[in-house]
């Protein structure tokens, strides 16, 4: 205890707070040990002012004997030296000596503490058994106690408190202590609580002082320290940082404030010029050196940064807290550089690098000295800024010392060198046995080139290995371009320039050369520069062995667009088709290009061109960014998946289930084309570079790219037809070639060769049906010659037909189009052919001319409904048919064209339109009869109808006609008739048949043309009177009376060729017969048929052939009754072999199983039944299934609607209610 | 006042850059893609702790002697000027995400956070 006092107790981590010790020592001696031991025992809630949150503490004391001088004087604010309670030893158990001696003592120590004013005291009175026994004049031992609470403790008897029996193990002593240690404890906190709460008060007095003039920062500092210390003491480590960081919070703002043009006084001293940079000390708990330092007022800034952050670093320490002291170091040490600088310290260049890296490495030691290996691994990432940094400055000290120029320090620099050394002045006594210190490594590392090398590892470059540091360059350049950092790219490319000009790699520095010289981030000059280097290559002689250098096309320029013209891109062989290539030169100067080339790729493969050549308008735009923010794009893009299940569409459970990569075209793209143009160092190129000079190209030479948009024209080359796709571009400077490899998008164009080829058709605007027919039309040849050029002499042939005529006319002439004026043509006619000689015409142009043509209406008339009735003799190249829509008559007149380009005749089909259309009908009015024919306009023009006439084909005297027509011309609109009437007087009976025919003179009416000649049209037509042959005798029928019936079967058709199968014709007796079943059958019960009311007649296979029966039928009524039904039936005789079909197909056996049996149904003699198709059947096969099947029976078959025409469907005939007999004519066609 | 401002998309490309002493821009560009790094470091130890995921400010990322870079944060609500104005860039039809950011509204935002260039 009195050793403590001797020494300066503060400056030790064992610092307790101060309890002194009056009284009895030797009692204190005796209990020193158990109590020192005891009383950090049990914690102690310390409740505390401000709000601050109540803490658990173990007390601690340093029991030192009281003296006065121990007790502070007035205005002394230390706090660590400061005695926080004061206790009065005794075992006084006698009243007498009480009085006698103890009491007064007492009283002496109470009056020196109120002279200091010091409230914090304890008496303990100690009771032990054995001096009781001693004294046996004993007062109950309360009266001592009672005696000393009365004297001192007014109202205040806690403060004497009694031991009892301390060294003694009894329940009682532990009590006893228990109590005694808690009075203690509490006492004590109550001291601290009091005591520093004062302290703070009076500190925070003077931080109010901080703006006086004589305010002193280090002043203060101390005081504040002083708390710091305290906290400390009492293991607060948390309290005592939260003092340093308020010191170097308020320090930090003062130096700001400076910044601010706030100076303070005091800030004056860690002005001065900074002359000793030592770094940081980290391994004393105090550094006592500085604090001196600062306590005097003497403190540079770096000492007072240094001091603070030591003191902060122990208790981070403490704390545990390493990682904090690293982030923190790296602040400071910024901070520091950062605070000498707005002071305007004047520091020795090299000083602070020296500094900063000592301080770092200090750092580092002193977190590598309390954490084990695996701790330091785990938190790396809180040294790495310290290292980082400390590499930083070493970096720098490098190259202020000239220890990493090439040829070593200058005497320039070693002067530098011997300055900063002195500067660090000597090592520190704590690290000079150590081999590795900070301090040691800095001035080796400083002292010579080699051991500066060691510590550091000087960038490849400088040092001359520049292979290496391609390496190195190359990598991070990946990573720039890859990431898109283009500042860096232009950097990193201009060092690896550098390294490739030293490595003499040629391709590769071109390369670079080119991207630098092509590098927006450049200024001019230096771009101009790599330019240059690359001309300048590029325009030396080629050695023997040199070849051309190929470059990367993207460095040098962009392909902007490519116009085609004409834009479709699709020319024909030998035509012009120009490209307008759109460059941008990126290079910063004019470059003269020998040649500018782009390689084609020619298939013969035709068609695919088409909309790939742009737009329509025949431009290609090519994708555009720079080289460098492309580089998002290059990234590969994200993957983007889905999930795809599987469910059974039966009871939906998962068949199977499977993630689907949506964008795999973007993923699975190849990459290594696109990487290659960027990267510089890929300089041999892909093989495709080696030019083919063989191949088709586009071709520039001596282009002059000036930097920027430049326009190129190219002629591409139509020589072959087929498609042609650019493939590659390659622009020669000298020896050097700059290659695009790929092309994209894709541009091709199309070269074709054409047929010629000859259109006709009707000139439009006539009218909707173009061609009509009767009256001349305009129609319009076109020959697109295609490759075929019309020379001289060349001609149409055109075969005349009677039908349509060519017309010859003035006004025929030829035109070429895309060229000027109309050439005539000569058209001569032989009787066979007409000739059109043809004006000479070059390839692919198209030649246009007019003729006129007429075709002749023909003149029978033309039934609608069947073709067989025309007359196939007169019309063979002519087929007339009824428009669907409008009921108009159309012929398709067929001209037969030879060509001179084709040893075939081109027949080339016309169709012309009957303008009208004539219907007849007889009118009667009593005995009179009139002709009445209606001409209907079905074209779409307004016609002239003039001189309708009809006269008899063969005339006879017998009938005259009468014309009722009073208008000699007559306008007839489109879609309007007009009626003719006729009134018929014949002298005599009439004949049988009267052949008229109709004729009509029209003509069109236009506007533009003079009238023409009017035009003849003819309609022909037969008027039969009716057959109806009334019976022999009688007039009428009569109801009741049988009358004769008499059934006409007439064939009208002839048996095609291909329908001679359906009509069953059987050769049987040699003669060509069919057999047919016919039944007289009356449904209104109108009739009665009497007899025999059904047969079958042979009916020979020839055109009108007839066959009459004769039968009797009864009318059941009087009046007009309608003629009985006559069914036909074809009649299959059961002679011919009954049978299916052999092998030809199934389903026709079906059709005959289910007519047999629809057979068998119908009972019947004349009923028989059989199958069609039977007259394929032959051989022995079908006997076998004859007698398979049983009876062949004769069969019935209906025919197809439409194949019998019933005469008098619909004929009534006229009963009277008398018997009568009556004849009937039935046609059966 | 910020002397650089950076905008980089998550697969480090930088989308928008702009410094203010543009005769040491390389410099700038250089430290925030080292930044970039402690990005890294600080979103994967994010991933690990489970802790504060939402949390977007990333702190002090790179220290230097002379600028402190920081990720998303500060005490002014300068970032969050700078997030409301990114967002709204994000929220152009007209935008491709990952291109790099032209917009002028943008830029103004940035030049206003900037030091004036003296």
């Known amino acids: ?1229 | 006042m910020a002397v650089c401002i950076a905008v980089i998309a998550k697969e480090n490309y930088p989308l928008y850059i702009r410094s203010v002493p543009t005769q040491n821009e390389l410099k700038f560009h250089y430290t925030v893609h080292t930044s970039l790094d402690v990005v890294e470091e600080k979103i994967s130890a994010v991933g690990k702790a489970m802790a504060d995921q939402r949390e977007l400010y990333l702190g002090l990322l790179y220290p230097t002697e002379d600028y402190k870079v920081y990720g998303y944060v500060t005490n002014s609500k300068m970032f969050r000027k700078l997030h409301n104005s990114f967002t709204d860039v994000m929220c152009n039809p007209f935008y491709n995400p990952g291109d790099t950011i032209q917009s002028k509204a943008f830029d103004g935002m940035v030049s206003v956070m900037m030091v004036q260039a003296s």
């Open chain 1, 1 to 1229: 205890m009195e050793a403590h006092e001797e020494k300066p107790i503060i400056y030790t981590m064992e610092n307790k707070p101060i309890v002194t010790c009056a009284g009895d020592q030797s009692l204190f001696t005796s209990l020193y040990t158990s109590l020192a031991q005891q009383l950090p025992k049990e914690p102690m809630e310390w409740r505390r002012s401000y709000g601050r949150a109540p803490k658990m503490i173990h007390l601690e004391a340093n029991f030192v004997q009281f003296k006065e001088e121990l007790l502070p004087k007035d205005g002394n604010k230390a706090l660590l030296t400061f005695p926080f309670l004061h206790i009065y030893w005794t075992d006084c158990c006698d009243t007498e000596v009480y009085k006698a001696s103890v009491k007064e003592d007492m009283q002496r120590w109470q009056n020196i503490l109120r002279l200091h004013s010091s409230v914090d005291w304890l008496i303990v009175v100690v009771e032990s058994d054995a001096k009781k026994k001693n004294k046996t004049n004993i007062l109950p031992r309360t009266s001592i106690v009672d005696k000393i609470r009365n004297d001192f403790c007014n109202k205040q008897s806690d403060r004497c408190v009694v031991l009892s029996d301390p060294l003694k193990e009894s329940s009682r002593s532990q009590e006893s202590w228990s109590s005694f240690l808690t009075k203690l404890r509490t006492l004590l906190l109550m001291s601290f609580t009091k005591n520093l709460g004062r302290f703070e008060d009076d500190m925070r007095t003077l931080r109010e002082k901080r703006t006086e003039p004589g305010w002193s920062f280090c002043d203060y500092f101390m005081v504040q320290e002083e708390l710091a210390f305290v906290f400390e003491m009492l293991q607060q480590f948390e309290d005592a940082l939260v003092q340093y960081d308020e010191l170097d919070a308020l320090f930090t703002q003062y130096v700001l404030n400076f910044g601010a043009g706030d100076g303070a006084n005091w800030l004056g001293s860690f002005c001065a010029p900074v002359r000793s940079w030592n770094g940081l000390l980290l391994r004393r708990p105090i550094d006592m050196e500085k604090r001196e330092l600062i306590q005097r007022g003497e403190a540079s800034l770096l000492d007072l940064r240094s001091y603070l952050f030591s003191r902060q670093c122990t208790l981070l320490i403490f704390l545990q807290r390493p990682w904090e002291v690293t982030l923190r170091a790296l602040e400071l040490l910024h901070n520091c550089v950062q605070e000498l600088r707005l002071l305007e310290v004047s520091v020795v260049p090299g000083a602070l690098d020296c500094w900063v890296f000592l301080s770092c490495l200090e750092v580092l030691h002193r977190i590598e000295g309390c954490c084990d290996r695996s701790q330091l691994e785990a938190n790396c990432s809180h040294t790495v800024g310290l290292w980082t940094y400390a590499t930083e400055k070493l970096k720098s000290l490098g190259y202020l010392c000239g220890l990493v120029a090439e040829n070593g320090p200058t005497s320039e620099d070693l002067n530098r060198t011997v300055d900063l050394l002195a500067g660090l002045g000597t090592e520190r006594p704590e690290t000079g046995i150590t081999m590795q210190s900070p301090y040691k490594k800095l001035k080796e590392a400083l002292s010579s080139v080699e051991a500066f090398e060691k510590h550091y590892l000087v960038s490849a470059l400088r040092k001359g290995d520049p292979e290496r540091a391609e390496g190195f360059l190359e990598e991070s350049l990946r990573l720039y371009v890859a990431e898109g950092w283009s500042l860096q790219v232009t950097h990193t490319r201009k060092q690896m320039a550098e390294c490739q000009k030293l490595l003499r790699q040629t391709d590769d520095y071109l390369q670079t050369s080119a991207l630098l010289a092509g590098d927006a981030n450049l200024n001019q000059e230096e771009r101009t520069h790599f330019c240059q280097e690359i001309l300048s290559f590029a325009s030396q002689p080629p050695g023997p062995s040199d070849q051309t250098v190929a470059l990367s096309m993207a460095a040098f320029a962009q392909l902007r667009q490519l116009q085609f013209s004409p834009p479709g891109a699709v020319v024909h062989v030998g035509a012009a088709l120009q490209l307008e290539l759109r460059v941008r030169c990126l290079m910063p100067v004019a470059v003269h290009v020998g040649q500018l080339a782009a390689t084609l790729h020619f298939s013969l493969e035709q068609g695919g061109a088409r909309g790939r050549a742009g737009q329509g308008d025949g431009v290609v735009l090519f994708p555009q960014g720079s080289p460098l923010s492309g580089a998002g794009c290059s990234l590969t893009p994200a993957l983007e998946l889905y999930e795809m299940q599987d469910r059974s569409p039966s009871d939906s459970s998962l068949n199977s289930a499977g993630v689907v990569c949506k964008n795999v075209h973007l993923l699975l793209r190849r990459h290594d084309s696109n990487a290659s143009l960027d990267t510089p160092t890929a300089g041999v190129l892909p093989a495709a570079v080696a030019v083919d000079d063989g191949a088709q190209m586009l071709r520039a030479r001596d282009v002059t790219l000036q930097p920027g948009d430049n326009s190129i024209l190219f002629t591409a080359p139509v020589r072959n037809p087929g498609s042609y796709t650019l493939r590659q571009l390659c622009g020669s400077v000298g020896r050097v070639q700059f290659v695009q490899s790929h092309i994209y998008p894709v541009v091709q164009y199309e070269v074709y060769s054409q047929e010629p080829q000859l259109t006709i058709e009707p000139l439009s605007g006539l009218s909707v049906y173009n061609l009509l027919a009767g009256i001349p039309q305009r129609v319009k040849f076109t020959i697109a010659t295609g490759h075929y050029s019309i020379k001289k002499g060349d001609a149409l042939q055109l075969s005349n037909t009677d039908s349509m005529p060519i017309l010859h006319s003035s006004r025929c002439s030829a035109t070429i189009l895309s060229s000027t004026g109309g050439q005539a043509l000569s058209i001569q006619s032989s009787e066979k052919v007409t000739s059109i000689s043809l004006p000479p015409t070059p390839p692919y142009h198209t030649l246009e001319f007019q003729l006129e043509v007429l075709c002749h209406i023909p003149p029978a008339p033309l039934k609608l409904d069947s073709e067989r009735l025309t007359n196939g003799e007169v019309r063979h190249r002519s087929k007339s048919r009824s428009h669907a829509d409008s009921a108009m008559i159309h012929i398709d007149q067929k001209v037969s064209i030879d060509c001179p380009w084709s040893i075939y005749s081109t027949l080339i089909s016309l169709t012309f339109y009957v303008p009208f259309k004539a219907k007849h009908t007889l009118l009667s009015a009593g005995r009179r009869k009139y002709i009445q024919v209606c001409l209907q306009n079905v074209s779409d023009s307004n016609f002239h109808l003039a001189d309708p006439v009809l006269v008899e084909r063969q005339p006879t005297t017998t009938v005259e006609l009468l014309s009722l027509n009073a208008k000699r011309q007559q306008l007839v609109c489109s879609q309007q008739s007009l009626f003719c009437l006729w009134e018929m007087r014949w002298a005599k009976d009439l004949p049988p048949c009267l052949q008229c025919e109709f004729s009509a003179s029209f003509v069109p009416i236009s506007a533009l043309d003079p009238p023409a000649a009017f035009k003849t049209y003819r309609y022909e037509f037969q008027l039969d009177r009716a057959e109806i042959c009334p019976a022999s005798g009688d007039k009428h029928c009569r109801t009741g009376t049988l009358c004769g019936l008499e059934v006409s079967i007439t064939r009208q058709a002839e048996p095609s060729e291909t329908e001679g199968e359906e009509e069953e014709s059987t050769e049987i007796e040699g003669l060509k017969t069919t057999k047919l079943m016919y039944e007289v059958v009356d449904n209104s019960s109108n009739w009665a048929v009497c007899g025999k009311s059904s047969g079958v007649v042979s009916m020979p296979v020839a055109p009108s052939a007839t066959h009459r029966v004769q039968m009797e039928v009864m009318p059941l009524f009087a009046g007009h009754l309608p003629f009985p039904n006559i069914k036909v039936f074809k009649y299959l005789p059961h002679s011919a072999a009954q049978v299916i079909q052999p092998d030809t197909d199934s389903c026709l056996e079906n059709d005959n199983l289910s007519l047999l049996d629809k057979g068998l149904d119908d009972q019947g003699d004349t009923a028989s039944i059989r199958s069609r198709g039977s007259v394929h059947s032959v051989g022995s096969g079908e006997q076998q299934r004859e007698q398979q099947r049983g009876l062949p029976m004769p069969r019935l078959e209906p025919f197809s609607p439409g194949q019998v025409f019933n005469w008098t469907q619909g004929r009534q005939v006229l009963v009277l209610p008398a018997t009568d007999d009556h004849v009937m004519e039935v046609n059966v066609t």
